[in-house]
């Protein structure tokens, strides 16, 4: 079974351009999370979406945002970019049904790395 | 809120000898922990995680982690630790009611083994 795909895998961009990250989930999973990585701030929660809705939602601006397609791929879009967005940036699915309850390990991809100048 | 304190940012140790990560939470409320692996350009692997029942747990490549409510800790520990588990390590806690997929992750534990 593919894992999770990320596309690209790096990403330069300057600042105030916007950008759109890609995820394709594992194969069945319906749910996909999005995470930041960054050195200073670790691994932040961005957000969740299961069947097209976002679910949860992390403590970041309005400039982030996805969203999920009916075959459960998801994008991620930051708008009016900033040079403290360069991080990796994680996408994880999971084969739970949404609710927050649910337990189902999360599967990460291998991240795309954005730079911004 | 909820957070998660990894005490040692690098633990250096040799080829077969036993090691030991530290990670304390914090949480007003009941928690679920976590401990996962991220090896170089690479995203996360889950090790082991705890949601309820048995205060020790087992997780995969012979890590295993214990739960302690009273000290609020859940160290991550191995026997013998081999060259291949070189790489960083984050515990992560969540909890129930804000979704056990919205993780708060520690700043992460480089494990280096030497040989």
């Known amino acids: 079974k593919a894992g999770v795909t990320q596309t690209p895998r790096y990403l330069i961009k300057t600042r105030g351009q916007q950008v759109t990250l890609s995820c394709s989930p594992i194969?069945?999973?319906?749910?996909v999370s999005w995470y930041q990585q960054t050195p200073g701030q670790g691994l932040q929660f961005l957000f969740e979406y299961f069947s097209e809705t976002q679910r949860n939602k992390g403590n970041f601006p309005g400039r982030f945002s996805g969203r999920q397609f009916s075959n459960s791929r998801s994008e991620m879009n930051v708008s009016t970019l900033e040079l403290g967005d360069s991080a990796l940036y994680l996408c994880?699915?999971?084969?739970?049904?949404?609710?927050?309850?649910?337990?189902?390990?999360?599967?990460f991809g291998n991240g795309t790395r954005l730079t911004v100048t | 809120a909820q957070s998660v304190t990894q005490l040692d940012s690098q633990v250096p140790v040799f080829e077969e000898a036993p090691v030991e990560l530290r990670c304390n939470y914090s949480?007003?409320?009941?928690?679920?922990l976590f401990w996962y692996v991220q090896y170089p350009n690479q995203g996360l692997q889950l090790l082991l995680k705890y949601l309820s029942g048995s205060t020790l747990v087992k997780g995969i490549n012979g890590f295993e982690a214990e739960f302690n409510k009273s000290q609020t800790s859940f160290h991550l520990r191995k026997p013998s630790v081999h060259i291949s588990d070189t790489a960083e390590y984050f515990c992560a806690v969540t909890r129930g009611n804000t979704g056990r997929r919205a993780l708060t992750f520690g700043s992460g534990t480089r494990l280096q083994v030497q040989p």
């Open positions: 194969s069945g999973h319906r749910s």
């Open positions: 949480s007003s409320v009941s928690v679920y």
């Open positions: 994880a699915s999971s084969s739970g049904q949404g609710l927050l309850q649910d337990d189902s390990p999360l599967h």
